[in-house]
């Protein structure tokens, strides 16, 4: 979720070092605002022609995480914080200002510092160079509306296995650029194709347009993978917090539609449910960079009536059935609201026979996936994703 002050289910994560000066954001997260392509809808950037920008943060750069360290004591709402994640934390809380994204306009909320904003800020303080990309990008038009930006392995030959990725956001903010270091650190380290998706966003399309995108972008991957120099027979989805919502439900559609069953299925602190009022909910109402109250605030947008929060797309964890979906991976973050549907989510896939490798990572918050760069967490749970998908996608 690209967001001002707090970027909760879209916290962009400086994931691996975002070619920022390729995509024109700064390392200077206060010059940056990450919603460049005007709303998850837009083209994509000029990146997409060139994606060998030097991506270091400074010719000196070499540091390491262990050298990150935060400026004051660790939060009430998280006293097990990991170091990088509080600097991070603090760094965006400085960018964002004291106003709670929630009490903002939507338009504000989108142009306002994300989490990878923050993380790039940060890598600059404690000059920290992450390696030069290794992807080729290019723009698709997959339907009037819905775009994506497809990110190849330099050199591929194919046919490749392909991931579709969902980003993050609420189903309101951010956009490809706020979670491209996600997609390519998940896409090096796995060797596939991904398909980062641009669909609708709310409160200018409400629910179910986000699902129904995704839908037809899956669809449009089985369709066209050979024209990417991909393999239409090996496809996962993925996704982070809105984004993992949105794979999952593609899952379903695609069983209750008669479609190819992905693969696998990434979800990453995925928004699984409708209860505000779970255990982690309560524990963390106050976290950053997703908190309760801005959690309510995006489903104020894109749900048309609190009925829609019913329904089993959004409330993943009250599905009536989860037999025949994809294995899954799901990762969760130990200090986020988030937490405990995502858990519950990944116990009742398992109950259903499906499949499913869980893993919690203690002391990190919401959107800290993709910042692999900075914080050793992140690291592990990037190459967790992209071994799973790696084993899942493997020719047969």
Excluded at 17 to 33: D, Q
Excluded at 155 to 173: E, Q
Excluded at 270 to 298: E, H, Q, V
Excluded at 331 to 338: E, Q, S, T
Aim: with cysteine; aromatic share 8%; glycine share 6%.
């Amino acid at each position: 979720m690209n967001s001002p002050h707090s970027q909760s289910a879209v916290l962009p994560s400086l994931r691996w070092a975002v070619p920022a000066l390729a995509l024109g954001l700064s390392l200077t997260a206060c010059n940056s605002p990450q919603n460049s392509e005007s709303g998850a809808a837009a083209s994509t950037s000029s990146a997409d022609a060139t994606t060998t920008a030097d991506t270091s943060a400074s010719s000196t750069a070499t540091n390491t995480p262990d050298a990150i360290k935060p400026a004051g004591p660790a939060p009430a709402w998280a006293p097990n914080i990991g170091p990088q994640m509080q600097t991070v934390v603090e760094k965006l809380e400085k960018l964002q200002g004291p106003t709670p994204p929630e009490k903002l306009p939507v338009a504000e909320v989108r142009k306002a510092p994300s989490a990878a904003d923050a993380a790039m800020a940060v890598m600059s303080d404690f000059h920290v160079q992450a390696p030069p990309s290794k992807l080729d990008t290019m723009s698709k038009v997959m339907a009037p509306g819905l775009k994506a930006r497809i990110y190849t392995p330099q050199g591929a030959t194919g046919p490749l296995p392909v991931v579709v990725y969902y980003h993050g956001g609420g189903w309101v903010i951010a956009n490809l650029n706020t979670y491209d270091s996600s997609v390519r650190a998940l896409a090096e380290k796995s060797g596939a194709i991904f398909v980062s998706v641009a669909y609708r966003q709310a409160p200018e399309h409400k629910f179910p347009t986000a699902h129904n995108d995704a839908f037809t972008a899956y669809q449009w991957v089985l369709k066209n993978a050979a024209s990417i120099k991909g393999d239409p027979k090996r496809v996962a989805v993925a996704g982070e917090s809105a984004g993992g919502n949105l794979a999952a439900a593609v899952c379903m559609m695609a069983r209750d539609k008669g479609a190819m069953q992905p693969k696998h299925q990434l979800l990453v602190y995925p928004i699984a449910g409708y209860d505000l009022n779970t255990p982690s909910y309560r524990k963390y109402a106050s976290a950053k960079p997703l908190s309760k109250p801005f959690m309510a605030w995006f489903f104020d947008k894109y749900l048309r009536t609190p009925a829609d929060g019913k329904n089993p797309l959004i409330s993943l964890v009250t599905a009536p059935n989860l037999k025949g979906l994809a294995p899954a991976t799901v990762i969760g973050a130990g200090i986020d609201p988030l937490m405990s549907e995502g858990k519950t989510y990944a116990d009742k896939l398992q109950a259903a026979g499906i499949p499913v490798k869980y893993q919690l990572y203690d002391n990190v918050t919401h959107e800290f996936f993709g910042m692999g760069a900075i914080i050793p967490e992140a690291m592990q749970a990037e190459d967790l994703a992209a071994g799973e998908l790696k084993k899942a996608l493997a020719a047969q």
